[in-house]
């Protein structure tokens, strides 16, 4: 979804989109798409599925809190870390004959088993609104489907499981937003890059507010294509931290710089690695909430150099 970039407004909300034969009004459409992209939509009665109340997961994530204990009464509170999410799914299968519930229990199963080792793993849990927006976090099954035959679990035609599943990173997540800059833009998706001064440096932005819409901070995917000759620099003035890097692109090579939390890499178009590029103290660094104001500066460029920032805002809550 390209939000395009222009130097004095921030980018326009997305357009309100209603999602075809969904009416307003109506509860959250939630699919689990499995780690080979098998999508399955939970709540879809007219396919067998119906999500059950008692959904767990979809609020705040779980705190732990850093604290010293002194003589005084109390205590004293150093920080917080945000926990991994656990998340809890009631779903309620029922088919015409036992013999299709059956096997809508068996897919069901191979979708989201979470062994990598046989093509399971990290699946995606989306909740759909009507309006069109959606929310969507990546998780491992951990379980609730091990197969309870109790005479209020599951009968000839019918089954309930409650799903569980653990997110490692504890937030929703938005639809990506791209952010692209241009000398000579060739197409419409792109803005020129403005200022350009001639000195030492092509300034891309001083003062650049770019925004990240999302509630808590979100981490940029920086793609620069060149040409491009000597050094970059990424300032995020709002919260003090710059990433600076030296390289040589010709025209048409890119340089990819993931700040992504377990992923931090740099890589050249080819995937090579080039961490080593990056200057000491260089800081791969979020966008905060809201706006920020950032600089970018590259050299050596001409009318072929790109840039392209791009991010998944995420949320705290579905």
């Given at each position: 979804m390209?939000?395009?970039?222009?130097?004095?407004?921030?980018?326009?909300?997305?357009?309100?989109?209603?999602?075809?034969?969904?009416?307003?009004?109506?509860?959250?459409?939630?699919?689990?798409?499995?780690?080979?992209?098998?999508?399955?939509?939970?709540?879809?009665?007219?396919?067998?599925?119906?999500?059950?109340?008692?959904?767990?997961?979809?609020?705040?994530?779980?705190?732990?809190?850093?604290?010293?204990?002194?003589?005084?009464?109390?205590?004293?509170?150093?920080?917080?870390?945000?926990?991994?999410?656990?998340?809890?799914?009631?779903?309620?299968?029922?088919?015409?004959?036992?013999?299709?519930?059956?096997?809508?229990?068996?897919?069901?199963?191979?979708?989201?088993?979470?062994?990598?080792?046989?093509?399971?793993?990290?699946?995606?849990?989306?909740?759909?609104?009507?309006?069109?927006?959606?929310?969507?976090?990546?998780?491992?099954?951990?379980?609730?489907?091990?197969?309870?035959?109790?005479?209020?679990?599951?009968?000839?035609?019918?089954?309930?499981?409650?799903?569980?599943?653990?997110?490692?990173?504890?937030?929703?997540?938005?639809?990506p937003i791209t952010y692209r800059w241009a000398i000579a833009p060739p197409t419409d998706t792109w803005l020129p890059i403005l200022p350009i001064k001639v000195r030492d440096a092509d300034v891309i932005g001083e003062g650049m507010t770019i925004v990240n819409p999302g509630s808590v901070r979100s981490w940029p995917v920086w793609t620069i294509t060149g040409p491009l000759d000597g050094s970059a620099v990424m300032r995020n003035v709002t919260t003090g931290q710059q990433l600076e890097f030296t390289a040589t692109l010709s025209e048409g090579e890119q340089i990819v710089i993931d700040t992504r939390p377990r992923r931090k890499t740099v890589r050249d178009g080819t995937g090579a690695n080039m961490f080593a590029a990056l200057t000491v103290g260089s800081v791969l660094w979020p966008l905060a909430p809201g706006p920020n104001v950032v600089d970018v500066e590259l050299t050596g460029l001409d009318d072929d150099s790109r840039l392209e920032l791009e991010i998944t805002p995420l949320e705290l809550t579905a």
């Open positions: 390209p939000i395009l970039y222009t130097p004095v407004a921030p980018p326009p909300p997305a357009p309100e989109v209603v999602v075809p034969g969904y009416r307003l009004g109506a509860p959250p459409r939630v699919t689990w798409t499995s780690a080979a992209g098998v999508v399955t939509v939970l709540s879809d009665p007219g396919g067998g599925y119906t999500v059950a109340p008692g959904v767990r997961g979809l609020g705040l994530p779980v705190y732990q809190f850093h604290r010293t204990d002194t003589a005084l009464d109390g205590t004293v509170i150093r920080g917080t870390r945000t926990e991994a999410r656990e998340l809890f799914v009631p779903i309620y299968m029922e088919a015409p004959t036992f013999a299709q519930v059956w096997q809508m229990r068996r897919d069901l199963a191979a979708r989201l088993h979470p062994g990598v080792v046989d093509g399971g793993g990290e699946g995606v849990l989306e909740v759909a609104f009507a309006d069109g927006t959606r929310r969507r976090i990546r998780a491992y099954y951990t379980g609730g489907m091990e197969g309870s035959e109790g005479a209020d679990e599951a009968g000839l035609c019918w089954a309930t499981y409650g799903l569980e599943f653990l997110a490692q990173q504890p937030y929703w997540e938005r639809d």
